[in-house]
């Protein structure tokens, strides 16, 4: 027999390339399918969990008369909700925790009677409040993550908006850290400022305690600030959130300060994040912090007694209305102030 005849056909460079090529691509396709199973399997044991505590606060409202935990600051289960787990003791002694690194948080109005539990998701949000039920929350373009609520018929975010892009990527420019602004309107994002307002304050403290950033009004105003699907409210937004808190049509059309204890219902109680706090139950479980703002010069103002929001509506050609609540009132102030001001802003689901 001639073996001559039965030659072995070597690869040529080109064809390994192609092979090589082909697997990467099936590698890269099991690894993005494997990752994405994970993710799905996290996120169904995520629900589980938030399921399973908000039937734990069910039964211990049921046997408290219909009254919560108390928490008044934000706290991360698993790591610093005391309070909680001790209430919560008699009825179960092991809370679920996220199931790679991340925490649930839960706090409450002064009074119990409100809570606000939520989850972050691998790609956005779920929440649960005992009375607006479970809202899906955004993440905007930098990867923030942000809690939702539902209060009457709106769903709002249920912190501070701090993104440094707007939805379609675009960088928007930081202002001076400075009390160097020129006065006008350049579109600035900026830190809000520190607790003496003496200095901006630190990214950190801005993240763990969701004091988010502020901007001044044509950032705002863009139409792409908040996340795809969110909105920066209209000044008739606002008014729908404080109508259902109990303002009149009256009130809620005026200007300056109006309402009874529609602020108290809109901010966080106690005094960790106000230096005074006059009658701040949280009952709306809505959370604002007295995060400050930036004037129009850059000065840092008000940080711990004051908290300020535009709406997208104008009130002449050269301001806009915003809401502002401060720790030593009780009520809501619906002003307006030029555009060159830095102030918060709390999207609105469209």
Known sequence: MNFNNYKTKAFTLIELLVVISILGILSG????????????????????????????????????????????TTCNIGSNCNNLASALLDITSNLPVDPVSGYYTYISSS??????????????????????GYAVGPVDIDGNKYGAINIGTQTWMASNLMTTKYN????????????????????YYAYPPAIGNTTEETL??????????????????????????????????????????GMSQAQADAI???????????KEAGTTNWGSNAGATNFSV???LGAGYRGSDGSLSLRSVNAVFWTSTLSDASSAFDRSLYGINTGVNRNFHPFAYAFSVRCLKD
């Open 111 to 132: 009074t119990g009677s409100n809570y606000f539990l939520s989850g972050n998701l691998s790609s956005s949000t779920l929440s649960h409040s005992n009375n607006g």
């Open 29 to 72: 396709f099991i690894i993005v399918n494997m990752n994405g199973a994970i993710d799905s399997a996290n996120d169904a044991r995520r629900k589980s969990d938030l399921d399973a505590i908000r039937k734990t606060l069910i039964v211990y409202g049921t046997l408290n008369g219909m009254v919560h935990p108390i928490q008044t």
């Open 204 to 245: 950190t403290n801005i993240q763990s305690k969701r004091l988010g950033f502020v901007y001044q009004w044509s950032a705002s105003n863009s139409g792409k600030l908040c996340p795809i699907g969110w909105h920066v409210p209209s000044d008739a937004e606002f008014k729908t959130l404080e109508m259902y808190l």
């Open 256 to 266: 300056a300060w109006r309402g009874t204890n529609e602020g108290s219902q809109l």
């Open 286 to 288: 809505f959370t604002i």
């Open 168 to 187: 379609d990527g675009t960088a928007i420019t930081r202002g001076p850290t400075g009390a160097t602004w020129d006065g006008a309107d350049h579109g």
